[in-house]
C-alpha cells in the first residue's frame, strides 16, 4: 500500500507490484483454506520481500496454537532458505517455483518428450500435467554442534504445460528477438538489453553492409522449450491436478488485497501517525473479514449469476430501519426476494423489536 507519509516508520521504498513511484507498506494476510476467510494480518516495511517472511510467519503461527499448517505460496516466496525452513519445521507445503531453477528444468527434461499425452490432460484446465517425485537436499546449521546438518528429503514437482499460453509466449519472444535484431543493426543499441544481445545475436559489421545480426539458434530454441510450462513444488504426496486447485485457491487472498485497495480504500494509507495506521488496519481487516464471508456465501449458493457483490447489497441497503426516542426499532416493508437473499447468505432477516 503505497503512502505519501514521510512520519510511517514502515513505509519504505521497495518492489512495487503496481509500479508506483512512492514508498509503501507491506501486508501479509492469512486466510483460512476451507474457511475462506482472513484470520491473521501484520504490517511489514515496504523494503522486505516476500521470501523472508515465511520464518516469523511459522514462529507466529505457532505461538498461536496452529502448529500443524498447510501453506499454499506463490513464487515470491521461494528460496532455498525458506523451503529449508518449512522442511525444518514440519508444515505441510504447496510452492510455485520457477522454470529457470536449474533442478525444475532438470527433472522436466527426463518426462519431456512423454509430456503431452492424452491420458495426462485435463480438459476442465485444458492443460497437459505429471508428477515427478524428487528429493530435497536438506542443509541446517546447527550452532550448538558447530556443524551443518545435510539430509535427502522427500518433494514432489507438479509440472503443467498449456499450448495456448505457449504459443502465446513464443510469439511474444519472437517480437522480442525481431525488436532486439532491429536495435543491434540501426545502431540504437539499449545499454539495458547487453545480456540479450550477447544471448541470442552474433553481429558482423562490414563498411558495406553495416551491422548484420545473426540467431544463435542453439539459445533460442533452449528458451522456447519451456515456454508454456509452469511448476509448483510440494512436500506432500497429492497429484497434480488437487495441487493444481489448492494453489488456484490461493487467489482469494489476491482478491482480498483488490477488496482492501479498491472496495476498502486502502491503496494509499492516508494517515500520518503510527496510532492511526494501526487502527485503520484493524478496521479494515474487520471490514474485510465481512466482506470475504459474504463473497464466499455468494459463492457458495451461485448467487454471482444473478448479482454483483455490490449489486446484492444494494438489494438490501433500500431496508429502512425507523427509530424514535423510547420507541421499539421498527423495521421498514421487505420483499420476498431480499428475505430469501438473507437466507442465502445465512444471516437471520431483521425484524422489527
Same mark, same amino acid.
Given at each position: 500500500?503505497?503512502?505519501?507519509s514521510e512520519?510511517?516508520?514502515?513505509?519504505?521504498?521497495?518492489?512495487?507490484?503496481?509500479?508506483?513511484?512512492?514508498? !509503501?507498506? $507491506?501486508?501479509?494476510?492469512?486466510?483460512?483454506?476451507?474457511?475462506?476467510?482472513?484470520?491473521?494480518?501484520?504490517?511489514?516495511?515496504?523494503?522486505?520481500?516476500?521470501?523472508?517472511?515465511?520464518?516469523?510467519?511459522?514462529?507466529e503461527?505457532?505461538i498461536?496454537?496452529?502448529?500443524?499448517?498447510?501453506?499454499?505460496?506463490?513464487?515470491?516466496?521461494?528460496?532455498?532458505?525458506?523451503? $529449508?525452513?518449512?522442511?525444518?519445521? &514440519?508444515?505441510?507445503?504447496?510452492?510455485?517455483?520457477?522454470?529457470?531453477?536449474?533442478?525444475?528444468?532438470?527433472?522436466?527434461?527426463?518426462?519431456?518428450?512423454?509430456?503431452?499425452?492424452?491420458e495426462?490432460?485435463?480438459e476442465?484446465?485444458?492443460?497437459?500435467?505429471?508428477?515427478?517425485?524428487?528429493?530435497?537436499?536438506?542443509t541446517?546449521?546447527?550452532?550448538?554442534?558447530g556443524?551443518?546438518?545435510?539430509?535427502?528429503?522427500?518433494?514432489?514437482? &507438479?509440472? *503443467?504445460?498449456?499450448?495456448?499460453?505457449?504459443?502465446?509466449?513464443?510469439?511474444? *519472444?519472437?517480437?522480442?528477438?525481431?525488436?532486439?535484431?532491429?536495435?543491434?543493426?540501426?545502431?540504437?543499441?539499449?545499454?539495458? &538489453?547487453?545480456?540479450?544481445?550477447?544471448?541470442?545475436?552474433?553481429?558482423?559489421?562490414?563498411?558495406k553492409?553495416?551491422?548484420?545480426?545473426?540467431?544463435?539458434?542453439?539459445?533460442?530454441?533452449?528458451?522456447?522449450?519451456?515456454?508454456?510450462?509452469?511448476?509448483?513444488?510440494?512436500?506432500?504426496?497429492?497429484?497434480?491436478?488437487?495441487?493444481?486447485?489448492?494453489?488456484? $485457491?490461493?487467489?482469494?487472498?489476491?482478491?482480498?488485497?483488490? $477488496?482492501?485497495?479498491?472496495r476498502?480504500n486502502?491503496?494509499r494509507?492516508?494517515?500520518?501517525?503510527?496510532?492511526?495506521?494501526?487502527?485503520?488496519?484493524?478496521?479494515q481487516?474487520?471490514?474485510?473479514?465481512?466482506?470475504?464471508?459474504?463473497?464466499?456465501?455468494?459463492?457458495?449458493?451461485?448467487?454471482?449469476?444473478?448479482?454483483?457483490?455490490?449489486?446484492?447489497?444494494d438489494?438490501?441497503?433500500?431496508i429502512?430501519?425507523?427509530?424514535?426516542?423510547?420507541?421499539?426499532?421498527?423495521?421498514?416493508?421487505?420483499?420476498?426476494? !431480499?428475505? !430469501?437473499?438473507?437466507?442465502?447468505?445465512?444471516?437471520?432477516?431483521?425484524?422489527?423489536?
Amino acid at each position: 500500500m503505497s503512502s505519501y507519509s514521510e512520519s510511517l516508520k514502515q513505509v519504505q521504498y521497495g518492489r512495487n507490484k503496481e509500479h508506483d513511484k512512492l514508498p !509503501q507498506l $507491506n501486508l501479509a494476510l492469512v486466510f483460512g483454506q476451507e474457511s475462506n476467510l482472513p484470520f491473521y494480518y501484520r504490517k511489514l516495511a515496504g523494503n522486505i520481500p516476500d521470501s523472508k517472511t515465511i520464518s516469523r510467519l511459522l514462529e507466529e503461527l505457532n505461538i498461536l496454537g496452529y502448529s500443524k499448517v498447510k501453506l499454499v505460496l506463490d513464487r515470491g516466496f521461494y528460496s532455498e532458505v525458506n523451503i $529449508n525452513n518449512m522442511f525444518k519445521s &514440519h508444515p505441510k507445503f504447496l510452492a510455485g517455483v520457477s522454470m529457470s531453477l536449474t533442478f525444475i528444468r532438470e527433472e522436466l527434461d527426463g518426462i519431456y518428450d512423454n509430456f503431452r499425452s492424452f491420458e495426462r490432460y485435463s480438459e476442465n484446465y485444458e492443460l497437459y500435467y505429471q508428477t515427478v517425485r524428487t528429493t530435497w537436499n536438506y542443509t541446517q546449521k546447527r550452532p550448538y554442534k558447530g556443524d551443518t546438518l545435510q539430509e535427502s528429503r522427500r518433494l514432489y514437482i &507438479h509440472y *503443467f504445460y498449456n499450448i495456448d499460453r505457449a504459443a502465446e509466449d513464443e510469439k511474444n *519472444f519472437d517480437r522480442k528477438l525481431i525488436a532486439l535484431k532491429q536495435e543491434l543493426e540501426s545502431g540504437e543499441r539499449v545499454p539495458g &538489453h547487453a545480456k540479450l544481445y550477447q544471448r541470442y545475436f552474433i553481429t558482423k559489421t562490414t563498411p558495406k553492409r553495416g551491422t548484420k545480426a545473426q540467431i544463435i539458434d542453439e539459445n533460442v530454441s533452449k528458451a522456447k522449450r519451456y515456454f508454456g510450462f509452469f511448476a509448483l513444488i510440494s512436500n506432500e504426496k497429492m497429484d497434480a491436478v488437487t495441487a493444481l486447485e489448492l494453489y488456484r $485457491n490461493k487467489d482469494v487472498v489476491e482478491k482480498a488485497f483488490g $477488496n482492501l485497495k479498491e472496495r476498502l480504500n486502502m491503496r494509499r494509507t492516508l494517515v500520518s501517525s503510527e496510532q492511526s495506521l494501526d487502527g485503520k488496519l484493524f478496521v479494515q481487516f474487520v471490514a474485510l473479514i465481512y466482506l470475504s464471508y459474504l463473497k464466499k456465501q455468494m459463492q457458495d449458493k451461485d448467487l454471482f449469476k444473478k448479482y454483483t457483490l455490490p449489486g446484492m447489497l444494494d438489494k438490501l441497503d433500500v431496508i429502512e430501519c425507523f427509530e424514535q426516542p423510547r420507541k421499539s426499532l421498527r423495521r421498514g416493508e421487505i420483499l420476498d426476494k !431480499q428475505v !430469501q437473499l438473507y437466507h442465502d447468505l445465512g444471516v437471520v432477516p431483521p425484524t422489527s423489536l
